[in-house]
T-cell receptor, first 110, second 113 residues
Framework: DQQVKQNSPSLSVQEGRISILNCDYT??????FLWYKKYPAEGPTFLIS?????DKNEDGRFTVFLNKSAKHLSLHIVPSQPGDSAVYFC?????????FGKGTSLLVTP | DAGVIQSPRHEVTEMGQEVTLRCKPI?????LFWYRQTMMRGLELLIY????????DSGMPEDRFSAKMPNASFSTLKIQPSEPRDSAVYFC???????????FGQGTRLTVV
């Protein structure tokens, strides 16, 4: 049973605009959340994380928001750049295990 | 640091053959994970090692799958006998502490024909 869901398989955004990727989870025991970025033929690479005691974490163009009551998190990329085109995975952690969503493929067009 | 190193990058084998995937984690990391990525199921955890000891193998799909970590710098995932439904990308990842990011290798794309 998928405990982490990314309901949008794909997203297309124009360069310079904001990209918003969404993620929902079902397990209230998750207390650490991460976003990974994946290019074709490469492994996922860590992008940004947030602890459940926070509701926002920012790193340059990337901001992750956490709404614990709604069991929802989102990744905002602003401004979006063509090099951001990749598959983005949301992951939730309780203890050692990372539970991944199925990913959202982001395409940033010039 | 070279990161997590997996070999081979690609493997094509015939159904029924034994397949061995290899992983070298980042030096100093004490946690190692094997993941499998498929279109249907996404990224799923197969097995987790901590300090070379298998802690959770509940994700290993069948007895045909086995994993070992004989030392801190090497792990293998073996499939014997392999079946076409095992075709997937297999990732190895390592991390130094809980609640820090895991670093992934480039993966092994396995095709069983």
């Amino acid at each position: 049973d998928q405990q982490v869901k990314q309901n949008s398989p794909s997203l297309s955004v124009q360069e310079g605009r904001i990209s918003i990727l969404n993620c929902d989870y079902t397990n209230s025991m998750f207390d650490y959340f991460l976003w990974y970025k994946k290019y074709p033929a490469e492994g996922p690479t860590f992008l940004i994380s947030i602890s459940s005691i926070k509701d926002k974490n920012e790193d340059g163009r990337f901001t992750v928001f956490l709404n614990k009551s709604a069991k929802h998190l989102s990744l905002h990329i602003v401004p979006s750049q063509p090099g951001d085109s990749a598959v983005y995975f949301c992951a939730a952690q309780s203890g050692y295990a990372l539970n991944f969503g199925k990913g959202t493929s982001l395409l940033v067009t010039p | 640091d070279a990161g997590v190193i997996q070999s081979p990058r690609h493997e094509v084998t015939e159904m029924g053959q034994e397949v061995t995937l290899r992983c070298k984690p980042i030096s100093g990391h004490n946690s190692l994970f094997w993941y499998r990525q498929t279109m249907m199921r996404g990224l799923e955890l197969l097995i987790y090692f901590n300090n070379n000891v298998p802690i959770d193998d509940s994700g290993m799909p069948e007895d045909r799958f086995s994993a070992k970590m004989p030392n801190a710098s090497f792990s293998t995932l073996k499939i014997q006998p392999s079946e076409p439904r095992d075709s997937a990308v297999y990732f190895c990842a390592s991390s130094g502490q809980t609640y820090t990011e895991a670093f992934f290798g480039q993966g092994t794309r396995l095709t069983v024909v």
